[in-house]
C-alpha cells in the first residue's frame, strides 16, 4: 500500500511539473536569464565606474576645479559620432575622415579645456583614457537598455540575442577593464608593436613631422633607402599613417611598402606569433588603409604586411612579455622581406602601426 502511494505522489508530482512548465516554463526561462544578464550588468557598471574614475583622477593631476572636471568628462561621456550617409558610396571615405577628425579634434579640445597645463603627449593620453570610458559607458548603456527592455515585456527572443553576444561583450569588458590601468600610468600596450618595431629599425636616425601626430625616420639597409613612419610618442596616438605613406609615395616612388600592425590571433594560437601576408595590415574604421592602397595601387607598387598576432585584452593593455619578445623576429621578418622583394636603391616604405602610447 505503502508502495502504491508513494507511486501516486511521484505520478503527481510529475504531472503537476508538467503543468507548471506548460504555464510558466517561459516565465522561468525568462527568470533565470534575467539573472544572468543581470550579473555581467553589475560588472559593467562596475567597469563604467572605474574607467570613469580613472579619467577623472588623471585630469585632476593638472589642478582643476573637480566639480567643473567631472562635469565636462560626464558630458564628453555620452558623446558620440554619427556614421556619414551611405546610401551613395561615393566619397564616402571622404566623409568619413571628416567626421573622425572632427571628432578626436572635439575630444581633444575638451580634453585640454580639462587639463589646461597638460603637455600635448599628455593630452593624447587623457583624450585615450576619455575613449575607454565612453566606450565602457556605451556597453553598460547598450546592455541596460535590452535588459530592462526583456524584463519589461517579457521578450524571450531579445533575450536570446542579448545572451548570445554576452560573452563577446564581456570579453571586451575585460579588455576595456585591463586597459584603464595601462593607460592611466602611461604604459606601452600591444597595440604598439608597430611604433615599437619602427623606432628601433630607425635607431639612430633623426625623426621628423609629416603628418599630425606621425613622424619619420630615413635610414638605409644594404643599398636600400629605407622610410620609416610611426605614430609619435610617447603620448597615446595612431597618428595619420594613411596619410604620410601616401605623400611619401607621391615624393619617393618607392618599390616596396610594408606594413607592420598588431593582429587579433585565433583562439588557440600564441600570443607573439608573426605572421606575413599580403596588402596593407592596418586596422580602424578603414580610412588610412583606403590610402595607402589607393596610393599603392596606382603605381603598382607591392604592399606587404607583417602581424604579430595578440588577443584583444592583450592590443589594449601593458604590452605583456609574450608579445615584447615578437619585436626581434618582427624586425627579422621586415628586414629579410625587403631584401628579398627590393635590389640596392630601391626607396621602401616601413609603416608601424599602432598605438605610441608609452613609446618615444
Keep these: 500500500m505503502a508502495l502504491i502511494d508513494v507511486s501516486s505522489i511521484i505520478q503527481l508530482a510529475y504531472f503537476g511539473s508538467f503543468i507548471v512548465l506548460m504555464f510558466y516554463g517561459q516565465r522561468i526561462q525568462v527568470s533565470m536569464m534575467l539573472v544572468g544578464v543581470k550579473r555581467n550588468l553589475g560588472k559593467l557598471e562596475r567597469l563604467r565606474k572605474a574607467a570613469h574614475d580613472s579619467v577623472l ?12 572636471v567631472e562635469s565636462r568628462i560626464d558630458r564628453l561621456t555620452g558623446s558620440f559620432a554619427i556614421q556619414p550617409v551611405s546610401m551613395d558610396p561615393s566619397g ?4 568619413l575622415e571628416h567626421i573622425l577628425d572632427t571628432y578626436d579634434d572635439n575630444l581633444r579640445t575638451e580634453v585640454k579645456a580639462i587639463a589646461t597645463s597638460a603637455t600635448e603627449a599628455e593630452v593624447n593620453t587623457l583624450s585615450n583614457q576619455m ?14 537598455h535590452f535588459y530592462l527592455l526583456a524584463r519589461k515585456q517579457g521578450g524571450i527572443l531579445a533575450l536570446y540575442q542579448l545572451q548570445m553576444a554576452m560573452p563577446q561583450i564581456m570579453e571586451e569588458a575585460e579588455a576595456y577593464s585591463s586597459a584603464i590601468d595601462a593607460f592611466a600610468k602611461g604604459n606601452p600596450i600591444g597595440d604598439g608593436i608597430g611604433p615599437l618595431i619602427a623606432s628601433k629599425m630607425a635607431e639612430g636616425a633623426q625623426s621628423r613631422e609629416i603628418e599630425q601626430d606621425t613622424i619619420m625616420y630615413e635610414t638605409g639597409l644594404d643599398g636600400r633607402n629605407l622610410l620609416l613612419v610611426r605614430a609619435k610618442g610617447p603620448g597615446g596616438s595612431v597618428g595619420k599613417p594613411g596619410l604620410a605613406v601616401e605623400k611619401l609615395i607621391e615624393q619617393n616612388s618607392p618599390s616596396l611598402v610594408v606594413t607592420v600592425d598588431a593582429a587579433l590571433k585565433f583562439e588557440g594560437e600564441p600570443s607573439g606569433e608573426v605572421a606575413e601576408g599580403v596588402g596593407a595590415a592596418i586596422g580602424g574604421p578603414g580610412v588610412d588603409r583606403y590610402h595607402i592602397e589607393q596610393s599603392a595601387s596606382k603605381r603598382h607598387i607591392p604592399m606587404i604586411a607583417i602581424v604579430v598576432k595578440m588577443s584583444n585584452k592583450e592590443a589594449i593593455s601593458a604590452m605583456t612579455q609574450q608579445v615584447r619578445l615578437a619585436v626581434d623576429e618582427a624586425i627579422k621578418r621586415v628586414k629579410n622581406t625587403i631584401l628579398s622583394a627590393s635590389k640596392s636603391g630601391d626607396t621602401v616604405i616601413v609603416a608601424g602601426i599602432g598605438n605610441t602610447m608609452g613609446i618615444p
Design 57 to 68: 583622477s588623471s585630469a585632476l593631476r593638472f589642478k582643476g576645479d573637480q566639480k567643473a
Design 92 to 95: 564616402i571615405v571622404g566623409k
Design 131 to 144: 575613449e575607454i570610458s565612453i566606450g565602457a559607458d556605451q556597453m553598460y548603456r547598450v546592455v541596460r
